[in-house]
């Protein structure tokens, strides 16, 4: 066996963390950490267990980062066409507050303008079209690589710029 080997997997590849009871061929029955994960179209599960029986809160404390990690992702992700707004207003996250909102403000995407409202909290900037809450986008600042004025066909427009990993 090569001792050099190790496994690295980015939190941005795994769909789910759970804990099992697992047969072991070293040690019966044991508890099993089982972290399920995607890449491109491919699909892998891992399961690990412990060698050391004395360590059982290793497991716990990795399904409890992984729990910490999944539930902020609202804050680090861009969401489209999500539940963020309701009756007109944005259902703002924990110690968020609204900066600005202005009504009257075109989406352009799709070559269309559809009217809606922009809103910029401390931590994302928020459009939603007037006559549809499910039309929306949530950008949060860690995806924005740029912010430009462009001439289109509707006129003078801001455009919000976002990494390529943004939404994926």
């Given at each position: 066996?090569?001792?050099?080997?190790?496994?690295?997997?980015g939190?941005?590849?795994v769909?789910?963390?759970s804990i099992?009871?697992?047969?072991?061929?070293?040690?019966?029955?044991?508890?099993?950490?089982?972290?399920n994960?995607?890449?491109?179209?491919?699909?892998?599960?891992?399961?690990?267990?412990?060698?050391?029986?004395?360590?059982?809160?290793?497991?716990?404390?990795?399904?409890?980062?992984?729990?910490?990690?999944?539930?902020?992702?609202?804050?680090r992700?861009?969401?489209?066409?999500?539940?963020?707004v309701?009756?007109?207003?944005?259902?703002?996250?924990?110690?968020?507050?609204?900066?600005?909102?202005?009504?009257?403000?075109?989406?352009?995407?799709?070559?269309?303008?559809?009217?809606g409202?922009?809103?910029?909290?401390?931590i994302?900037?928020?459009w939603?079209?007037?006559?549809?809450?499910?039309?929306?986008?949530?950008?949060?600042?860690?995806?924005?690589?740029?912010?430009?004025?462009?001439?289109?066909?509707?006129?003078?427009?801001?455009?919000?710029?976002?990494?390529?990993?943004?939404?994926?």
């Amino acid at each position: 066996r090569d001792p050099k080997i190790n496994l690295s997997i980015g939190f941005n590849c795994v769909g789910n963390v759970s804990i099992h009871s697992a047969a072991s061929r070293l040690r019966g029955t044991t508890q099993a950490l089982y972290v399920n994960t995607k890449f491109n179209s491919s699909r892998f599960e891992f399961v690990f267990t412990y060698l050391i029986q004395e360590s059982p809160r290793l497991f716990s404390t990795v399904l409890a980062v992984w729990k910490a990690y999944d539930s902020s992702r609202i804050y680090r992700d861009l969401k489209l066409r999500s539940a963020i707004v309701q009756d007109q207003e944005l259902i703002l996250l924990p110690r968020e507050e609204v900066l600005t909102k202005q009504g009257g403000v075109s989406n352009l995407s799709s070559d269309q303008g559809n009217i809606g409202t922009l809103i910029i909290t401390n931590i994302r900037t928020v459009w939603f079209a007037t006559f549809a809450d499910n039309f929306n986008v949530s950008i949060p600042y860690v995806q924005i690589t740029g912010v430009k004025v462009r001439d289109s066909k509707f006129g003078t427009a801001f455009v919000i710029e976002t990494s390529p990993h943004a939404g994926s």
